[in-house]
Nanobody, 119 residues
Framework: QVQVVESGGGLVQAGGSLRLSCAVSDNAFRVNIWSWYRQAPGKQRELVASIAGGATINYAEPVKGRFTVSRDDGATAAYLQMNSLRSEDTAVYYC?????????????WGQGTQVTVSS
């Protein structure tokens, strides 16, 4: 069973930066698509950024120019660099890993990490 482990959340002042990390528990699997989502209190989970194949990158409009998604060469870890943080970025951030195997494709989710931006 593949597990996805996140780290890097915390409390930061507005204008500050945080870097989230995400890794799969089994290095034998290469992740085809990494995605970062967030869910603020009382709101639906929303896609923040995704990276597929190391070259296809998408960002949600609110984070464009401030967040950067990347992954390592082995596609077993991904990162979300968050700069110029705002209070509205406060949320639980989730990482998801879409892995294709001979059995088909499946998405694995991390446990979530809290990001709190104080104004």
């Amino acid at each position: 069973q593949v597990q996805v482990v996140e780290s890097g959340g915390g409390l930061v002042q507005a204008g500050g930066s945080l870097r989230l990390s995400c890794a799969v528990s089994d290095n034998a699997f290469r992740v085809n698509i990494w995605s970062w989502y967030r869910q603020a209190p009382g709101k639906q989970r929303e896609l923040v950024a995704s990276i597929a194949g190391g070259a296809t990158i998408n960002y949600a409009e609110p984070v464009k120019g401030r967040f950067t998604v990347s992954r390592d060469d082995g596609a077993t870890a991904a990162y979300l660099q968050m700069n110029s943080l705002r209070s509205e970025d406060t949320a639980v951030y989730y990482c998801s890993a879409f892995i294709i195997t001979t059995s088909g494709g499946r998405t694995y989710w991390g446990q979530g990490t809290q990001v709190t931006v104080s104004s």
